[in-house]
């Protein structure tokens, strides 16, 4: 009990130093909401990539990788469907969101074979797995600049998706309407996997198998199934939320290692294995880049490395308080 109640002061601690910092250095009220609302967004994106990583770990012990490279396939999967010629004369409203779900999918069963294939014999050796997935993520890559390219795409298309429209104005500042969808989505999916992993029975079995995969086996469940359908729906999630970016990140090579880091400092800073440290550290992460970024983009300091920075500084800095993360346990 002492120590949730450290933890939560730590994490009020820091959330309160943050927004003061942002509110203090903001050039006014409007510009400090919309920097808020751009750290959340960031927050639902890193999210996305993070809980399939943590929840894998959780449950495997296998640090994935290649997570990055399956946000940026589900970025390339649905620009290319989207801005398909054979696919011109499909409503673009009712084109997207196929486009999503084939991107959530194609993920989905890349995982599944990767899991079933490369990862499940390796099971006894961790470091092995470590070193696949690493490997994995090389050949991921590779794979995608061999058919896209390595130009970046950006998304042209005007429709009731696009960042060019629907945009409104608060404080005088204006913000897209689709990016307060996506936030939407990842506060939604943040809400819906905690329930998926507290109140259902393959919720109970996932935990349980976390804690005992023997114990769980000899109830005659099978943890190895269990295992594939946990990390090819992590994956599914990360090429989820590449697709849910593609129309205002477009799709470019660069963006796995960008948010294989981001996710790997949420996890680690939330506590490995612990889904709600990797809620909150994804506000938490989120938040910091979007502050930094704000501030340092003064014409007296026009820094730019420092929002990429931020999210390991961040990480040393709770490390420091608590070795294990906020909400990792101790061993």
């Known amino acids: 009990m002492l120590q949730n109640r450290s933890t939560i002061g730590v994490v009020a601690l820091l959330f309160a130093g943050l927004l ?11 510009s400090f909401a919309i920097t808020v609302l751009s750290g959340l967004l960031q927050a639902a994106l890193l999210f996305l990539v993070a809980s399939g990583l943590s929840i894998v770990f959780g449950l495997m012990d296998v640090l994935n990788f290649a997570q990055g490279h399956f946000f940026m396939l589900g970025a390339y999967i649905t620009f290319a469907f989207f801005h398909a010629q054979a696919l011109a004369p499909i409503d673009p409203n009712l084109r997207f969101p196929i486009a999503i779900l084939i991107a959530s999918a194609v993920g989905g069963v890349v995982g599944y074979i990767l899991e079933r294939g490369l990862i499940r014999p390796l099971y006894v050796r961790p470091f092995f797995m470590l070193v696949l997935t690493f490997g994995v993520a090389i050949v991921m890559g590779e794979a995608i600049k061999a058919i896209w390219g390595t130009v970046t795409y ?3 298309t005007v429709n009731s998706f696009s960042i060019h429209q629907n945009i409104f104005v608060l404080f005088n500042q204006q913000f897209g309407w689709y990016r307060i969808f996506v936030i939407l989505i990842g506060l939604a ?19 349980a198998g976390v804690e005992d995969s023997a114990m769980v086996e000899a109830l005659g469940i099978n943890v190895r199934a269990v295992f ?11 090429s989820f939320g590449g697709a849910v970016a593609a129309p205002f990140l477009g799709a470019s090579p660069g963006m796995a290692s960008a948010f294989l880091l981001g996710a790997v400092a949420v996890v680690v800073l939330g506590g490995l294995g612990s889904y709600e440290g990797t809620a909150i550290g994804s506000v938490l992460v989120g938040l910091s880049i979007a502050i930094v970024a704000k501030f340092t983009s003064r014409p007296e300091i026009n ?6 920075l931020t999210p390991m500084i961040l990480l040393i800095l709770v490390l420091l308080l608590k070795p294990s993360g ?6």
């Open 303 to 308: 820094q730019t490395v420092w929002p990429s």
């Open 228 to 238: 594939t359908l946990v990390f090819a729906f992590g994956c599914a999630l990360a």
């Open 189 to 207: 999916l943040m809400v819906l996997v905690a329930l998926l992993l507290r109140r259902t029975r393959i919720g109970i079995i996932i935990r």
């Open 326 to 331: 906020l909400f990792g346990k101790e061993h």
């Open 20 to 30: 003061a910092f942002g509110l203090v250095t903001a050039d006014s009220v409007g």
């Open 154 to 156: 950006t998304w042209s």
